[in-house]
């Protein structure tokens, strides 16, 4: 199993930098950030302050959207990382979540997320594109860098598109049922369209937290809330009998959402999170409980955990991962 971590862009930039480095001396693969320009800095100004300071680390977006950014500047931002980094740059969009709602803008649609990410993609690599009526080619772009495209969402179109074109598969969720359950929607699409269902990479995105678990749960219960806004769109989006109640029925109680404390410990948009969800949705306890709860999810056919270090004791928790949890799931190849 790989593992990244997502920082949310609240802390100074010498702090951010910081925990990147000390990341990457941890073990860590992959360095992700959220990209909500109004709630939170410049994800790209960021981007770049990570890659001057990291050597093997892949960092990427987690995630971007096809409507905030315009596709065709986006794949601009991502081609001269990849010439900063020597190629190593990944792509993380979804239809938009944080970024849109703030703006009173709601998500995209499918339809434009596969468009945009593909133009992404091609022009990134160097090759041309048709975009809006227009050919497009980016003549400087480094050649030779590939730029590996992950789908986040959750219903049965995200499950077909990362099926049909993506590299990977971002699932915002620690729960292992539900994600084997989503894992054999994006194969079963991947085979549909003629690809090696193995090839598609899934990344488990939650935070983690090690102490004692009621400590731990407190520091979590935001994320439920959050991935509830997803979850809301899907139950509009779906009949009831495509999506299982495991995923569905704990956003009955749910009340609103102020995207103003969006993803923050402590917050009052996780008042009707329980603890069953909170403990399910993430990874809470001791060290032996994080190293049960990853293997399951290597089980269930995860290639990386994606740790949402915005917890508190953010400097401590990569320690703790470094020291003690990678070294143990190093050998824990997915199903």
Not at 41 to 64: F, H, K, N
Not at 93 to 114: C, Y
Not at 163 to 187: E, H, N, S, T, Y
Not at 195 to 201: A, G, T, V
Request: aromatic share 8%.
């Amino acid at each position: 199993m790989e593992f990244g971590f997502t920082l949310k862009p609240e802390h100074s930039l010498t702090r951010h930098v910081a925990i990147t480095r000390r990341a990457e001396a941890a073990g860590f693969d992959y360095g992700w950030i959220f990209d909500s320009h109004v709630l939170w800095r410049e994800a790209y100004v960021l981007l770049t302050l990570m890659a001057t300071a990291t050597e093997r680390m892949r960092l990427g977006t987690c995630v971007t959207n096809p409507a905030t950014r315009e596709p065709t500047v986006t794949a601009s931002g991502l081609a001269t990382l990849q010439e900063l980094t020597g190629g190593r740059m990944d792509l993380g969009i979804g239809r938009g979540d944080s970024a849109r709602r703030v703006l009173g803008k709601p998500p995209t649609s499918m339809a434009m997320l596969e468009e945009a990410a593909v133009v992404i993609r091609d022009l990134a690599e160097g090759r041309g594109a048709e975009y809006e009526g227009a050919w497009l080619e980016l003549t400087w772009a480094p050649r030779g860098f590939r730029l590996p495209l992950w789908i986040a969402g959750y219903g049965p179109k995200a499950m077909d598109l990362a099926g049909r074109v993506a590299d990977g598969l971002m699932l915002q969720f620690a729960d292992p049922d539900l994600i084997a359950w989503l894992v054999g929607q994006v194969r079963e699409a991947a085979a549909k369209a003629g690809r090696d269902p193995m090839s598609i990479r899934v990344m488990a995105a939650a935070p983690a937290h090690v102490a004692p678990r009621d400590v731990a749960r407190e520091r979590v219960r935001w994320f439920p809330a959050l991935v509830g806004n997803h979850v809301v769109d899907l139950v509009n989006r779906y009949p009831a009998s495509e999506l299982p109640e495991s995923l569905t029925g704990y956003v009955r109680e749910r009340q609103g959402y102020d995207y103003l404390h969006h993803a923050e410990v402590g917050s009052s948009n996780a008042a009707f999170v329980s603890d069953e969800i909170a403990d399910r949705f993430s990874i809470i306890g001791g060290v032996d409980e994080h190293i049960a709860k990853l293997r399951r999810l290597a089980e269930a056919g995860v290639d990386q955990f994606n740790l949402y270090l915005m917890n508190g004791d953010e400097e401590e928790q990569v320690d703790i991962y470094g020291r003690e949890i990678i070294p143990a799931l190093r050998d824990a190849a997915r199903a």
